[in-house]
């Protein structure tokens, strides 16, 4: 479908573009077909974009409620061996693009946080249809209800996310081969969402990309959370009207040399007694892998450090430390994984410098992770290295089920999409009793790193 241009027409011409669009759109998610065209104007791109320029930034920052897992010093008795034979070959041909980084080992996307002069400006001008055709489904909001307030952060916020579900997931078809199944869901108390799922495809076991768009009242237990983070809520009758937005992902590759990753950006807004509105970001993005690698974990923390510090010089120092803090199984002693960035409750400097910050971010998910898993795609796995991947998605299960604030905020609020929230698990996971690698071994290196957070960058 050739691009519309609705500055080029006169004013009929525009409300019948307008009006053709919309019917468009609509019909799509009618259907309930599972995905927009898509053409090589659309495609996700690492190169270097001409001309950029940087978002502008704040001069100070506040940090709200950060988490506060304790940690456990308990020794560990080490047993068991894992051998290291056998071999299966995972097979692909792919190449990346971008400036090299960390000794030519392997290229670097062009930072996330540049945007391109042509890009920005079509973002301030709030061209709602033009870009909602970029998407893989009809966003959440109706279109008309989104040209009427492109002014607001909901309206900001609710593009941004579908934005940054239509770049990832397309990046990760190109590297499958498979396609994302989109599901659009509706919530009786307001709002919906659109979970885009993959599984067992050629490189990812389950790779899914959500979006959700809700709205209502809080329930007394997701209120009694948020005060006890610090928030001083005052609803009206005991109600707290509320609005909450974000896009999430959890992608579980098959070759364990390939690290799950996961990320997460959100805006929540709140309507007091007397009218005002309480708003903050949170969110973040980590990765977990199987296998330490150093120069993976360089690229992916220097690759979020350079989003942040376009920012604040504070940031990646503070929400590197609080996503250590955040991604800790305190039963078992370890992180979740190597980390990245977390935050929450992020409401300074100002509205506009919190947004611009979370978009930066969500701009390093494609350069920070695509290159690793190019890397990746032709490393041999033996059975040893598999069963491996199975004991350490158990902990990412506990983690998530026990821990995580946003499956704990999901399941206690009315009408949540129970698939949706459960997205993030694997297919298959494993827990062995006592299990505890050999010294020496890949295993226990990895263990190692888990149970002692390390500075990458």
């Known amino acids: 479908m050739a691009t519309i241009i609705l500055c080029s027409l006169n004013k009929t011409a525009q409300t019948t573009a307008r009006r ?38 704040g001069s100070s920052v506040r940090f709200m409620s950060h988490g506060t897992a304790g940690r456990s010093t308990a020794g560990r008795t080490r047993r068991g061996a894992l051998a290291l034979t056998g071999a299966a070959a995972v097979t692909a041909a792919a190449a990346v693009v971008g400036v090299l980084a960390n000794a030519n080992h392997f290229q670097r996307a062009e930072m996330a946080t ?88 050629k490189v990812f076991e389950k790779a899914g990309v959500n979006v959700s768009v809700v709205f209502g009242h809080l329930t007394e237990e997701a209120a009694k959370q948020m005060r006890s983070r610090g928030k001083v809520l005052k609803g009206k009758d005991g109600k707290l009207p509320f609005t909450a937005m974000g896009v999430s992902s959890v992608i579980h590759p098959k070759n364990p040399h390939i690290p799950t990753v996961h990320f997460n950006y959100r805006y929540f807004e709140i309507e007091e007694e007397d009218g005002s509105k309480q708003w903050w970001f949170g969110g973040g993005t980590d990765l977990t892998p199987v296998y330490i690698n150093k120069e993976d974990a360089f690229h992916f923390h220097n690759t979020l450090k350079e989003a942040c510090d376009k920012h604040h010089s504070q940031y990646y120092t503070e929400f590197k430390k609080w996503c250590d803090r955040y991604f800790y199984i305190r039963h078992r002693g370890e992180t979740r994984g190597i980390g990245g960035i977390f935050f929450d409750d992020l409401d300074s400097p100002t509205q506009d410098e919190a947004f611009n910050f979370v978009k930066s971010c969500a701009r390093t998910v494609v350069p920070c992770y695509l290159p690793i898993i190019y890397k990746h795609l032709n490393d041999t796995v033996t059975d040893e290295e598999k069963d491996w991947q199975q004991v350490r998605r158990g902990r990412y299960v506990e983690f998530n089920l026990v821990y995580d604030r946003g499956v704990k905020f999901g399941l206690a609020t009315p009408g949540s999409r129970i698939e949706s929230i459960l997205m993030s698990l694997p297919l298959t996971a494993r827990w062995e009793y006592m299990h505890e690698p050999a010294k020496g071994t890949r295993e226990a290196e990895m263990l190692e790193v888990l149970r002692n957070p390390k500075e990458w960058v």
């Open 20 to 57: 053709c669009l919309i019917a468009h759109l609509k019909g799509l998610a009618r259907a309930g077909e599972s995905r927009l065209p898509l053409s090589s104007t659309h495609s996700p791109s690492l190169t270097p974009l001409p001309g950029t320029r940087w978002f502008s930034r």
């Open 114 to 201: 540049k945007v391109a002069p042509a890009v920005e400006k079509k973002e301030q001008e709030g061209d709602i249809l033009e870009r909602c055709r970029g998407f893989m489904s009809p966003p959440v909001t109706d279109i008309a209800v989104l040209q009427e307030r492109k002014g607001e952060m909901c309206t900001r916020m609710e593009m941004m996310i579908m934005e940054t579900q239509a770049e990832f997931c397309k990046a990760l078809q190109e590297v499958d081969g498979g396609t994302f199944k989109v599901d659009r869901w509706q919530r009786k108390e307001g709002g919906g969402g659109i979970s885009c799922v993959m599984q067992d495809g």
